[in-house]
């Protein structure tokens, strides 16, 4: 009996990561940014591969499969059709984009492979390299770990290669995507559109966003679902392109937007935090958590499933999540802790151990299959005691 090892890797957007499943089980996984420091790193993994390699006394040539969070190629063609209907508006950002997918990102694969003979020189890994799809990889990372045998899987976030938001029945160890809604309409891109407009860095400024809501009151919570988006009964949405710049600009918001709500893009520089801010932290916040309860009830109804699972950086949101859990619209809810790009790594690792490999999901009772998220590098006292020596500190 052969172990099988399966590395999960994300990368090349923001959060690159990488996980280890050993027959299933999720032995290790660690973001890129805890080895380089840099927050949202979205540089090869290949400190977290290194550390994962070491810390189960493994090599890559152990490593059956090689499994890429999502298809760049899906991707590529997206933004090229985004571009193409958009145009000629939008030249400036296509001419910005276009050459890094023709020099790098189309070539993922071979980068990917390049990126892994760094850690080993003798290995070619060509032939065991996968690339699964970014929202699966999402719903993966939720349901796979969770412990229900059966459960609705939602998934939202900016855009993966088509879709902004998918929903998913999962049972025993089959997951399959029922509905999904595309590119540009999206809850993740809306909430990152005003994470810009008030001065905050998009793709990792948006908890800032998050934490300011509650300081101000949702004033302007009629005005977003007048002008900006337009919510079906289901849940389901479209957004008015009208104000956004996201398709074809360098920016998320444009003019139309900041005359809409009357100011211009907050300067993180030299702009202090008013409370009109405030006002708008608060507005967008409450519109996001009542269009994803809106979209929880409807799933409830429609498919009468008792358990929730939550992944793509929308159920970063702790709280929406807060709001599904207290109105108790499921018995039971489970949200992948890594819900953002990062935990594509382990999504995309289960995704290939059980609907490829065609394996059981591993059902526990008691607790989920993150092991309380303590997957990353641990210290021991005395390297700690050793560490802070070396640098001659005061401690207690």
Not at 57 to 79: A, G, T
Not at 185 to 191: F, P, Q
Not at 336 to 363: C, R, S, T, V
Request: aromatic share 12%; charged share 25%.
């Amino acid at each position: 009996y052969m172990d099988i090892y399966i590395l999960g890797i994300s990368s090349y957007y923001h959060d690159s990561a990488a996980a280890l499943l050993k027959n299933g089980e999720i032995l290790s996984a660690v973001q890129e940014e805890r080895f380089t420091r840099k927050k949202h790193d979205d540089s090869f993994p290949i400190n977290s591969i290194k550390y994962i390699l070491t810390e189960n006394s493994i090599s890559l040539s152990d490593i059956n499969h090689v499994v890429f969070y999502e298809k760049p190629f899906l991707k590529f063609e997206r933004l090229l059709e985004t571009y193409l209907s958009f145009a000629p508006k939008g030249f400036l950002s296509f001419s910005k984009s276009m050459p890094i997918w023709v020099k790098q990102k189309l070539f993922m694969k071979d980068m990917i492979l390049k990126s892994l003979k760094e850690i080993d020189s003798d290995l070619n890994l060509s032939n065991k390299l996968y690339f699964s799809e970014h929202h699966l990889s999402h719903a993966a990372s939720a349901y796979f770990p969770s412990n229900f045998s059966e459960a609705l899987v939602l998934t939202a976030d900016g855009v993966g290669e088509y879709a902004t938001t998918t929903v998913a029945i999962a049972k025993e160890n089959k997951l399959e995507i029922k509905k999904e809604i595309s590119f540009p309409h999206s809850l993740g891109l809306l909430y990152s559109a005003f994470t810009y407009y008030l001065g905050f860095k998009v793709n990792g400024g948006e908890y800032k966003l998050m934490g300011l809501a509650p300081y101000g009151e949702p004033k302007f919570k009629e005005k977003i679902y007048k002008y900006l988006i337009d919510v079906k009964n289901d849940g389901s949405f479209n957004l008015n392109q009208e104000y956004f710049n996201y398709c074809t600009g360098l920016t998320m918001t444009n003019e139309k937007f900041n005359s809409l709500f009357g100011n211009p893009v907050r300067n993180p520089e030299k702009d202090d935090i008013t409370q009109f801010h405030m006002d708008m932290a608060s507005s967008i916040q409450k519109v996001i958590e009542e269009i994803i309860l809106n979209i929880a009830r409807d799933l409830k109804n429609e498919f009468n499933i008792k358990n929730l699972c939550l992944a793509g950086g929308v159920a970063l949101n702790c709280v929406a999540n807060g709001k599904i859990y207290k109105e108790k619209i499921f018995e039971n809810i489970f949200v992948q802790p890594a819900a953002g790009d990062a935990g594509g790594a382990i999504g995309a690792a289960l995704a290939f151990w059980h609907l490829e490999l065609n394996k059981k999901k591993p059902y526990n009772k008691t607790r989920d299959n993150m092991k309380g998220s303590y997957l990353g590098p641990s210290f021991s006292d005395s390297q700690i005691k050793h560490s802070l020596n070396e640098l001659g500190a005061i401690y207690e």
